[in-house]
């Protein structure tokens, strides 16, 4: 069964794409996530790292998948309430964010927006049986056991991803970093291992064996479930 993992990157989405047929992993890039789902909207599972499920609180996955991840923590964004979507600019979310949930935006999570309002549009409960949301410090960290040690931008922590993954799908050469680097244009090398360790966490959802955090989540206004699976 095909599955998918699927990351942000300047260039759109990069979709990391695990066939049954061979041991092989293939890359793609989409500029949209409609696009995307147009061409693997058929695969078995898509994990993807962007907030599914808003409210206008702190959502109890984000809290917990900042637990797992210890040190890499910061590489959470605590995921903004859904009237933050409709704003143009940093200023106004700020304080539509802060009349609604009592709290500021970062301005880490404002840059993402745009692809979180894509993924909202799309997404239904019934799209997300096989679409769910994940991290990939998360995934790496169930991978190692471990946080990972080194910041995912130094060619170290490249290193340090790529051998855990490739102990994790056994088979499936990845891209070494000066090839991960050149794959797309509009691509980091971190944004094409981020995008097959989702898949890692995609096969598990798949095969009935991920993890979801929380254990019970709660549901937003539209029945998606809060939760961040690996």
Same mark, same amino acid.
């Given at each position: 069964?095909?599955?998918?993992?699927?990351?942000g /990157?300047?260039?759109?989405?990069?979709?990391?794409v695990?066939?049954?047929?061979?041991?092989?992993?293939?890359?793609?890039?989409?500029?949209?996530?409609?696009?995307?789902?147009?061409?693997?909207?058929?695969?078995?599972?898509?994990?993807i790292?962007?907030?599914?499920?808003?409210?206008?609180?702190?959502?109890? /996955?984000?809290?917990?998948?900042?637990?797992?991840?210890?040190?890499?923590?910061?590489?959470?964004f605590?995921?903004?309430?859904?009237?933050?979507?409709?704003c143009?600019?940093?200023?106004?979310?700020?304080?539509?964010?802060?009349?609604?949930?009592?709290?500021s935006?970062?301005?880490?999570a404002?840059?993402?927006?745009?692809?979180?309002?894509?993924?909202?549009t799309?997404?239904?409960?019934?799209?997300?049986?096989?679409?769910?949301?994940?991290?990939?410090?998360? /995934?790496?960290?169930?991978?190692?056991?471990?946080p990972?040690?080194?910041?995912?931008?130094?060619?170290?922590?490249?290193?340090?991803?790529?051998?855990?993954?490739?102990?994790?799908?056994?088979g499936?050469?990845?891209?070494?970093?000066?090839e991960?680097?050149?794959?797309?244009?509009?691509?980091?090398?971190?944004?094409?291992?981020?995008?097959?360790?989702?898949?890692?966490?995609?096969?598990?959802?798949a095969?009935?064996?991920?993890?979801?955090?929380?254990?019970?989540?709660?549901?937003?206004?539209?029945?998606?479930?809060?939760?961040?699976?690996?």
């Amino acid at each position: 069964m095909t599955v998918v993992g699927v990351d942000g /990157c300047k260039a759109g989405w990069v979709a990391a794409v695990v066939e049954p047929s061979t041991p092989a992993i293939s890359f793609a890039v989409f500029s949209t996530f409609a696009a995307l789902l147009r061409a693997l909207g058929d695969a078995a599972a898509i994990a993807i790292d962007i907030p599914i499920g808003l409210h206008d609180g702190t959502r109890e /996955c984000d809290v917990l998948a900042r637990k797992f991840i210890g040190p890499r923590s910061a590489s959470v964004f605590p995921a903004p309430c859904r009237a933050v979507l409709a704003c143009p600019d940093y200023a106004s979310a700020r304080t539509v964010s802060i009349a609604t949930t009592g709290k500021s935006l970062s301005a880490q999570a404002f840059a993402i927006t745009p692809k979180i309002r894509e993924v909202d549009t799309a997404m239904s409960p019934g799209l997300q049986e096989r679409v769910r949301e994940a991290h990939p410090e998360a /995934c790496f960290t169930a991978i190692h056991g471990t946080p990972m040690q080194f910041s995912k931008r130094t060619p170290a922590g490249f290193e340090e991803r790529r051998a855990a993954l490739e102990a994790a799908l056994p088979g499936l050469a990845l891209p070494a970093l000066a090839e991960a680097s050149r794959l797309f244009r509009g691509t980091a090398a971190d944004d094409v291992l981020d995008a097959a360790a989702l898949a890692w966490s995609a096969r598990r959802l798949a095969d009935g064996t991920c993890v979801s955090l929380p254990a019970t989540p709660s549901v937003d206004a539209k029945g998606l479930r809060m939760e961040v699976i690996y």
